[in-house]
């Protein structure tokens, strides 16, 4: 079966301190890949996804940028965080269903607080 | 492009009501669509889908929701309330063959005893 992971699960980070969240994906090969945002009291913001290896989607212009070094490794990562940075971050595998549809699943959550 | 509404950022029930939480879905092409479900410092887990096949899907813990495609809306109801229902749940879309998915604002559900 597949299972995601994502760490740390809490993080507290000075404003102006770089970011590094990982995602890793066990049990599947070749998924796409996604991290959403969640800031408080508001839905999910897609800010990257990837579909192989070194192959990156930007949804939103900002201090984030994603890598994936490796086909189950996805990274989120910034140079300086912004107070604005804050909120529940969560990383997301899919696989195509039989129909053409594309289901995703989620992992635990980062929660990160910029003070 | 798709995009999905959530009617009701809030919604509060008393524990044995009935839950309905509503989701109207706009695409231009015939749509993929899922409800999920998010406790308190946890990730989305999938309640249900829609793929095409049955207009009224049933999910886990008891809830279903039904395709109208004359209403365009996908709202999702489970007959009985459940303490343990409270969470916030994500009605989304996503198109035939593509790799996006969109998702609403969310619904806030309350249960009270």
């Known amino acids: 079966s597949q299972t995601i992971h994502q760490w740390p699960a809490t993080l507290v980070q000075p404003v102006g301190s770089p970011l590094s969240l990982e995602c890793t994906v066990e049990?599947?090969?070749?998924?796409?890949l996604y991290w959403y945002r969640q800031a408080a009291g508001r839905g999910l913001q897609l800010l990257f996804y990837?579909?192989?290896?070194g192959q990156i989607s930007s949804e939103v212009p900002q201090n984030l940028s994603a890598s994936r070094p490796q086909d189950w490794q996805f990274i989120l990562s910034s140079k300086k965080l912004l107070l604005s940075d804050s909120g529940f971050y969560l990383c997301?595998?899919?696989?195509w269903g039989a129909g053409g549809y594309n289901e995703q699943f989620f992992g635990p959550g980062t929660r990160l607080t910029v003070l | 492009a798709q995009s999905v509404t959530q009617l009701g950022s809030h919604v509060s029930v008393s524990e044995g009501a009935l839950v309905l939480l509503r989701c109207n879905y706009s695409?231009?092409?015939?749509?993929?669509l899922f409800w999920y479900v998010q406790y308190p410092n946890q990730g989305l887990q999938l309640l249900l889908k829609?793929?095409?096949?049955?207009?009224l899907v049933k999910g886990i813990n008891g809830f279903e929701a039904e395709f109208k495609k004359s209403e365009t809306s996908f709202h999702l109801t489970k007959p009985s309330a459940h303490m343990s229902d409270a969470a916030e749940y994500f009605c989304?879309?996503?198109?035939?063959?593509?790799?996006?998915?969109?998702f609403g604002a969310g619904t806030r559900l309350t249960v009270k005893p």
């Open positions: 989304a879309v996503s198109p035939y063959n593509n790799n996006d998915m969109r």
């Open positions: 695409s231009s092409v015939p749509p993929y």
């Open positions: 829609y793929t095409s096949a049955a207009t």
């Open positions: 049990g599947t090969s070749n998924p796409n």
């Open positions: 990837s579909v192989g290896i």
């Open positions: 997301a595998w899919s696989r």
